[in-house]
């Protein structure tokens, strides 16, 4: 039909971090239109974050446009430098990157340890990706190419994930700007311009390697400040037990409030076998976002199943429980300790004490995963790994897995005596 | 118990917009600490906004801290020019602007035309307040009496409301922030350095008048390009009629999934009288935020009625209606064929054509009702009026009551011929 | 020389103001490295303000480059919107605006009303550029062309002159950000997107009204706060009169320090046919910048003219004359007062009375000079005035000449009395 | 005067880094006024920095304002939590702050490796307090045993000079503002807010150490990123060497022309010793700013000796030496080459090949000359160090001093070959 043709897609989005975003195709328009991209407006970046982070407001939504306006600046300093970008890679490049985190759900952290333990937000994004692909008769193929790490110009798929990659230039910058946490900027615009090719592979250039030694600081200090802090942590392992409370509820026969979609989750077991034979099943996660999940534990605060009001009556009225945190293992003997008074001062059988005392580790939320290296383009043309240039800075911190052990339980429990 | 007296309330809170906020007593943290002030978490400032303007999430509950904030730099300035102001004025001053917006539900606006149609929410925060000021025995009395403008000291009432109160400042520069729209931006911290008293009034003093001018102009472009957006409009509109099409159908026996209290007040009709009467009413209302009413609008898209589905499914999805903005009054037949489209187009009958079109006036969105005057300081000590002084602009723009009338209908809808 | 060609000249400079701002042609890089560009980084955009506004100091040299940044802005907004804009005019529209300050010599005020007195920076600016295109072998002609409003494509001229043009958002934007006045601050990447042609003029699209209607008010605003500043008004009427003075006593045949250029302005009478018919004098005056005039001065506060190193002596010491503004004339007897004051307290005869005492008016630093219209392209395609448009505002504001009338004298003489 | 005593001397100054600073008392606002402190307007904090950051022009003056109000800031942070500050020594804190920088002459690196050899800017600094202290009966007696180290309270001589002092704080913060280096921001308003006491000593609280750690590296990247960039230590090698040419001219019986201050220095070596006891050269060395050095070498480009005039043309028209910088000492045979090339290009003896060629390390810029420890006050109450804390970073590589070996000589010389 001409009157879809003509009509204006190119519209200019306003952003606080950086100043505008453009829609720059009818595609990518049309992407953000479909429901399985709206619902990302319903899905926060940082979950619960904004107990701590008031601010911490921002969605998955405005993160993937974010993502895919840093996409955009990318493309077009490679182009400079002389990269061959055909007009389809490009628009791969932007498809990929906008829906790069599509497969997540509400609080995706919790729900994989709780609501759909098998499946991980990786798988279903290619499931969505997918169907969108249906969708849009094919034009999603590239994207899906390069976001799958399946095309021949490997630098492409580096934007995508990858060490410098525009999920984590945009993710940082972001949640920095959000949180309000400073020490968390980045120069997201001048490691843009520092990028470049070597053969296939997506390189920095040497004069911006304060940068990037810049950006891997600022990340491992948006870790222990942000990401891991731990009243954040203990938020989230309340809203685990919630869940798994709830689960265990339902699936023992009782009534409880819920949305559809969440009810569906909460009485069967989904593999992710389920996910792909079944589409109903994608159809319905589809549905389920933030508002569910709290809607669901406001209501349930009156429920008569004392343990999952306590737990959802504590998380709504911010009242959460305390979290010790340490390089080390925890004392046995102190984890006990505090288990025996949860049990006295709740009345609670020994089998529910996990629901008021979690002790465990945070290598869950592992850190570094680091694949594969920085590469830095040197001024004679040749290709150095970021870790041996750096020589000043022992730059092993930064690829270190390190494991945090942690006990959460109520304030009102006194620790020490 | 003594172990609570040491305890140490004394936090800061970040904020993307001013750094820090300082929780300065330990009164003003128990408040905040309260479920009535925590539920403001989850009542955005802007309602819908964030549809159009992706960044506006930002909370009441965030506003609320951030006027509170302003208000302690402002007295800061007052003192530091010789203002009489005790610890007692000073903790009311913050306890009054902490709470100025408590009565606010979710989707303001919609909700008074809707849900909860004879009360305002100025009569539900002067509720609010008073059931807390018995939680803290009477603590709160000289914020309230701030609040009401019922204390000698007139600027500190003018500082919660007024032209220059700090709850403008605050939501200006924060709305402005959120949304992205730079132009928004006002001079807050030279505004609060610019104030002064005169006898009991609060004034600026007249190196500040080119930085009044300017916050007059930016909360008039606010209006405009944000407050009154037409899309935002459309969707709010949307809002309205989906709750009135709700209450509609429970009334009249239909089952519909609800929240315990969103299903309270779509089958009662509540007027101010039985909130004051019956103290279940405002504990119910207190239930009430964003997540009842969206999470109920998603689960809406699949009810067997075609009018609310087509609305919720239009609003969840983001397929917002048209809407036309005019300050003059819609032609009458222009009105009259589009009604009859819609008909045709959705098999409606023509007492429900009112969910579909929508036309009035954004005369309830009235905008600068100029109560008082803005006062400046002359450099003689004498007092003029801002209005008199700017002499060379002609200010009567920002006091001139602006009504546009506006006419919504689905898009699908060609309007043309 | 081959070598030569492949030399990178496609630099990037760091800029506070836009992040980084680029080179973008081997053209364009080899007009700031030339003398008469490179001078411009000796001479500060806003002369004496910094004595006000401590941050004040950035130059003319960093104006011109960002205005060129939002050139190659503009240019791609145009050209995304179908604008038929040849490499050969890009490059010209960007070496226009580079140079269009070019022909500033230092304190540009001060100088053309004492050292270059029938000259203006106009005139000399074309010089320069002649004498460049010459340097460039007519490589410069479409951009002469183009500043000289003799080019075929209006638009691209109103982009250097005209009522939204790169020279004022760029210094709208700059001298905002320096100074520190926030209030200034205009939303530049707005406007630049909001950009259109119509025909061959350049106009803005509708939905951008208030950001002109803002910029218009930020420009305002500007004035009053720092252009017209009374402190700064001051210090440049002491400029002035301290040029004025040395010139009396060099062609009076006393010695004084002065740099070689200097010391020729302050001997010669300069005629602009003189500019023009004699090449040495554009070469010293491209010798003359900010450091030839503060040195000097700084050397003349040891004069043994009382006069001249007593004006010397204030302006180095910062103890500015006091400075009345108002928007009627000055009471004629004040000001004979004032003067008899000055004879008494420093021994001055009645014609040199003038060096202690200033009475004028500010037409001089005329305001609006409202040649051409902002043009509005409505969205049914007709274009329409912005004053006309903009139905809530009077615009007359912004056009009218405001006229103030000024004294400056010492503030060790006593007004009142 | 009682008129003198009522003078409002409470100003606010506007400051684009942190938008307002307050002039808090009478006794800084007459320091800032006098003459010695004024001259810090004309000698930039950063030198030559501005010809590669063409922002970096930001002076001593603005600095020491910023510094100083930052140290309100700490006061009021360390007050809040306790600290026993006496007005008397609050008063100290801030003129000792302000004063920090006041023996600084323009380019003082430079000057201190040619025209004042024997004498350094801290002597200096102290010798302007004496003489101020005199000047203000006394008044500075505190301020000058804090900044000297001999003041009880440890921690505020440690806000002047220390690990964490207002003077890094502010320098870092300001001069990545103003290059435009965001990568250098650090979180100033944080730091300050994690400051706090154990017994005489300042300490930074545990849950600021990712602040310490991101401070530190801000500053590490400023050094490579702008302190150390070798275009910078070129043009600043240059003006040494230009200064060494011009004394050895002077010295050798030719004509110069230079300002009063300039020609004293020029003429004559003058020892620490020389500054003490004959007072007219203090009152000399206060004379001398940027500007005297730079319009010196403006008209030097036109002198007839050979070096001179080359070595300030192409300082002055930004042609500046390429400089070669190196972890490993520079191969003897490299340097010769080059000299012999330069010798032959330029026809020079082989006693004044150093005027073209400089060969040296940074060590002279040493970096990070660790006095003291940054101390952690653990949530327990216990002190520990830093570096042991940080058991993630390597921590040494901050103390690490970099040695930096360089060569510089002028770009038409063709290195390779």
């Not at 720059?24 to 904004?50: A, C, M």
């Not at 995508?160 to 900027?185: A, K, M, N, P």
């Not at 942000?226 to 942590?233: E, F, S």
């Not at 003997?333 to 996990?354: L, S």
Request: proline residues 2%; charged residues 25%.
């Amino acid at each position: 039909m001409s009157q879809t043709g003509s009509y204006n897609k190119r519209k200019i989005v306003n952003d606080p971090v950086y100043g505008f975003i453009n829609i720059p195709s009818n595609l990518v328009f049309d992407v953000i239109e479909h429901p399985y991209f709206q619902r990302l407006r319903r899905i926060k970046q940082l979950g619960l974050t904004h107990l701590v982070y008031p601010g911490a407001l921002h969605t998955r939504f405005h993160h993937s446009l974010g993502a895919m306006h840093l996409m955009q600046e990318a493309i077009a300093v490679l182009r400079d430098k002389n990269a061959d970008i055909s007009a389809d890679e490009e628009t791969g490049a932007l498809t990929g990157i906008l829906l790069h985190d599509i497969g997540h759900g509400p609080f995706s952290h919790a729900l994989e340890h709780s609501l759909v333990q098998g499946t991980n937000h990786e798988d279903l994004s290619r499931l969505f990706m997918n169907c969108l692909n249906n969708h849009f008769n094919g034009a999603l193929t590239t994207g899906i190419r390069i976001f799958n790490h399946d095309h021949r110009k490997k630098f492409l798929s580096q934007l995508i994930s990858g060490q410098l990659d525009t999920d984590r230039l945009d993710y940082l910058t972001r949640d920095s700007f959000f949180t309000g946490v400073s020490e968390g900027v980045i120069g997201t615009q001048r490691i843009i311009k520092m990028l470049n090719m070597a053969g296939n592979e997506l390189v920095a250039e040497y004069k911006g390697i304060y940068s990037v030694e810049k950006f891997l600081m600022a990340r491992r200090l948006m870790y222990w400040q942000v990401y891991l802090h731990k009243t954040v942590i203990a938020a989230e392992m309340m809203l685990i037990h919630i869940l798994k409370r709830a689960k265990q509820l339902v699936r023992s026969g009782n009534s409880l409030f819920a949305t559809p979609p969440l009810n569906f989750f909460l009485k069967n077991e989904i593999s992710l076998n389920d996910f792909q034979s079944v589409p109903e099943t994608l159809e319905l996660f589809a549905k389920l976002d933030d508002f569910d999940i709290l809607t669901s534990i406001k209501v349930w605060t009156g429920h008569e199943d004392k343990i999952l009001s306590y737990l959802c009556n504590s998380l709504i009225q911010r009242k959460l429980f305390r979290c010790e945190l340490s390089t080390e293992t925890i004392d046995y003997f102190h984890v006990e300790r505090i288990k025996q008074k949860v049990r006295q001062a709740f009345g609670v059988e020994e089998e529910d004490t996990g629901f008021f005392v979690y002790a465990g580790s945070t290598s869950n939320y592992a850190y570094f995963p680091e694949e594969d290296e920085i590469k830095i383009l040197m001024k004679n043309g040749r290709i150095s790994d970021f870790a041996e240039l750096s020589d000043n800075l022992d730059i092993s911190v930064f690829s270190k897995k390190v494991t945090k052990h942690l006990l959460c339980y109520p304030k009102t429990i006194v620790s020490g005596g």
